[in-house]
């Protein structure tokens, strides 16, 4: 498989604002992963950060989580990159 293949995608729709979404999401990040290195914040539009399981052995993936505005609603993507 190539490397630029291995990409999960998650999407879901929120019944709140985007900055609401945001700021809930960043608060509750370290609680649910630790303290994983945020390498990018564009509030409340994108968060990009890398995280690395426990049983991984020094694989790491990298996050990019955004944020987008819909009808009153916020659609949250997140697309994992680069792990083994």
């Known amino acids: 498989m190539r490397d630029d293949a291995r990409e999960m995608v998650i999407a879901r729709l929120f019944d709140a604002g985007r900055t609401e979404v945001f700021e809930a999401w960043l608060q ?6 630790g303290e994983a290195p ?4 564009i509030p ?5 950060f890398t995280h690395m399981p426990v ?3 020094g694989d790491y993936v990298t996050v990019i989580a955004r944020f987008e505005e819909k009808d009153g ?7 994992a990159r680069r792990w083994r």
Not at 73 to 79: D, E, F, V
Request: proline content about 8%; glycine content about 0%.
């Open 55 to 57: 049983e991984a052995s």
């Open 73 to 79: 609603q916020t659609l949250y993507t997140s697309r």
């Open 38 to 41: 945020v390498l990018q914040t």
């Open 28 to 33: 509750h990040l370290p609680a649910w992963l």
């Open 44 to 48: 409340p539009e994108l968060a990009v």
